[in-house]
């Protein structure tokens, strides 16, 4: 199994940064492909980007240029650098992992980022 644990949210001003961070441990040589997701009060979960084993990226339309995956080496750790941040960016992001020939799936239990205006 793979266990996540995200850091790194806070609050900020609008027009910010932040940089998230999720660690993973268990059997990270089995990830394939890794995520962050955010849910805002009463909307629901949506995915935010993701990165694959080969560096492959995809990200929603509103993270596109203003935030960036990344990761370490060996799966240790995942990013997510939030630029130019909004109020509408408020919510708890989550990240996930799938592993095992993206059989099997496990989510961090999130991080709070608020954008005050």
């Known amino acids: 199994q793979v266990q996540l644990v995200e850091s790194g949210g806070g609050l900020v001003q609008v027009g910010g940064t932040l940089r998230l961070s999720c660690a993973a441990s268990?059997?990270?040589?089995?990830?394939?492909?890794m995520g962050w997701y955010r849910q805002a009060p009463e909307k629901q979960r949506e995915l935010v980007a993701t990165?694959?084993?080969?560096?492959?990226?995809n990200y929603a339309d509103f993270a596109r240029g203003r935030f960036t995956i990344s990761r370490d080496n060996s799966w240790n750790k995942v990013y997510l650098q939030m630029n130019r941040l909004k109020p509408e960016d408020t919510a708890v992001y989550s990240c996930r992992a799938w592993y095992a020939g993206n059989i099997l799936n496990s989510w961090g239990q999130g991080t709070q980022v608020t954008v005050s205006s």
């Open positions: 990165l694959t084993t080969d560096g492959s990226t």
């Open positions: 268990g059997n990270i040589n089995s990830i394939n492909t």
